[in-house]
C-alpha cells in the first residue's frame, strides 16, 4: 500500500545516455513534485504539477523534461545525462497545491559514470 | 530569496536524552513543514505547522511566525530517531517549498 512509489531505486548509466524515472502516487493527491537532493543533502524543486498542468519550472536545464500522462504519475525523463546529473531524485504528492503536508517517495540515486 | 537556516547542524545524543531543533527563517510564510530523513534516506512528513505548536507522540514542534522561528522537540530519544531533519517554508504568496540545510542527528545508545 505504498503511497507515493518511484521506480528504479538505483538508476547507473554512462555519461551521454538517456533515462527515464517513474513516480505513481496511489493517495489521490492532485499535485506532484520532482526534488533534487545533492551530495550535501540540500533539498531542490525542480519541477511541480498540479492537475497534469505544469505550475513550477525551477531553473533545471532543459534536458530533463518531466510529463504527467494523468494525476497520479509523473514521470522525469533525463537526455544527455552528465557527470552533475548525481544525485537522489524524489517525487512526491500532496492534495490542494503547495500549501499541504508533502508525501515524499523512496528517492532514485542516479550516478553518472 | 528565502534564508532557511538549521540549528545545530550537528547533534550527538545519549539514548533517552531530550533535544530541541531549530529553524528561522528570514521572511514571513504561511506554510511550514518538518522532515525526518532516515538513515536508509527516507523523508517522512512530521508536521506541517505554519503557526502554533502540534505533537505526535515523543515529537512537538511549535511555530511563532511573527518571530520567524520554529522549533522542534524530541524526547526521550531513541536510535531510530537519528537521521537528518529539515524544515520547510513558503512564504506568502509564493508557492515553493525551500529547505533549510538541515540537523544530522545521531543518537547512541
Known amino acids: 500500500d505504498t503511497a507515493v512509489s518511484q521506480t528504479p531505486k538505483y538508476l547507473v548509466t554512462q555519461m551521454g545516455n538517456d533515462k527515464s524515472i517513474k513516480c505513481e502516487q496511489n493517495?489521490?493527491?492532485?499535485?506532484m513534485y520532482w526534488y533534487k537532493q545533492d551530495s550535501k543533502k540540500f533539498l531542490k524543486i525542480m519541477f511541480s504539477?498540479?492537475?497534469?498542468?505544469?505550475?513550477i519550472n525551477e531553473t533545471v536545464p532543459n534536458r530533463f523534461s518531466p510529463k504527467s500522462p494523468d494525476k497520479a504519475h509523473l514521470n522525469l525523463h533525463i537526455n544527455s545525462l552528465e557527470l552533475g546529473d548525481s544525485a537522489v531524485y524524489f517525487c512526491?504528492?500532496?492534495?490542494?497545491?503547495?500549501?499541504?503536508?508533502?508525501?515524499f517517495g523512496n528517492g532514485t540515486r542516479l550516478t553518472v559514470t | 530569496g528565502i534564508q532557511v537556516e538549521q540549528s545545530p547542524p550537528d547533534l550527538i545524543l545519549q539514548e533517552g536524552a531530550n533535544s530541541t531543533l531549530r529553524c528561522n527563517f528570514s521572511?514571513?510564510?504561511?506554510?511550514l513543514q518538518w522532515f525526518h530523513q532516515n538513515p536508509w534516506g527516507q523523508l517522512i512528513n512530521l508536521f506541517y505547522?505554519?503557526?502554533g505548536t502540534k505533537q505526535n507522540g515523543r515529537l512537538s514542534a511549535t511555530t511563532v511566525a511573527t518571530e520567524r522561528y520554529s522549533l522542534l522537540y524530541i524526547s526521550s530519544s531513541q536510535t531510530t530517531d537519528s537521521g537528518v531533519y529539515f524544515c520547510?517554508?513558503?512564504?506568502?504568496?509564493?508557492?515553493?517549498?525551500?529547505f533549510g540545510t538541515g540537523t544530522q542527528l545521531k543518537v547512541e545508545l
Open positions: 493517495l489521490g493527491h492532485d499535485t
Open positions: 520547510a517554508v513558503i512564504t506568502g504568496g509564493g508557492n515553493k517549498l525551500t
Open positions: 512526491a504528492s500532496s492534495q490542494g497545491g503547495v500549501n499541504s503536508p508533502l508525501h
Open positions: 505547522i505554519p503557526s
Open positions: 504539477y498540479n492537475n497534469k498542468e505544469l505550475i
Open positions: 521572511d514571513s510564510v504561511n506554510n
